[in-house]
């Protein structure tokens, strides 16, 4: 996307944010936002998911993964996302996603996370939390 998530991340105290996206454009993006932003402590790079590196990286994930192929619902890359969330958070960490209300990643943040708590709702979009 455009990085804002990413960008208000490290503007509220983030030591340092990684700004990942597959699409290359939403990459430029990101960084021209962190740029005109003057937010020094994140990066934006092209990433299939979480951005590579040893597990237990992370304090904290926020995102809001694509769930479509198309026109057509695909929950196989929200399931990988979800799953390379989970080994690279450190002990204690959490992951917090943004996404339709329709869409149905309770049950996949429940195979993947002991703690799973909807923490606000809207009627087009839901928070999940996990740890």
């Known amino acids: 996307g ?3 998530i990413g960008a208000l991340a490290a503007r509220m105290g983030a030591a340092h944010a990684d ?10 993006s990101a960084a021209a936002t962190l740029a005109r932003n003057g937010i020094a402590n994140a990066q934006a790079r092209a990433a299939d998911g979480v951005p590579p590196g040893p597990a237990s990286t992370y304090d904290e994930v926020l995102s809001n993964p694509p769930f479509h192929v198309g026109k057509a619902i695909d929950y196989a890359v929200a399931h990988a996302f979800i799953a390379q969330t989970r080994r690279a958070l450190r002990p204690g960490g959490r992951f917090t996603l943004v ?3 329709f869409l149905r990643y309770d049950q996949l943040l429940h195979a993947n996370f002991e703690h799973v708590a909807c923490i606000a709702q809207t009627a087009s979009f839901r928070v999940w939390q996990a740890s």
Request: glycine letters at 6%; charged letters at 5%; aromatic letters at 0%.
């Open 99 to 101: 996404a339709n209300a």
């Open 2 to 4: 455009a990085g804002v």
């Open 19 to 28: 700004l990942a996206d597959a699409n290359l454009l939403a990459v430029a």
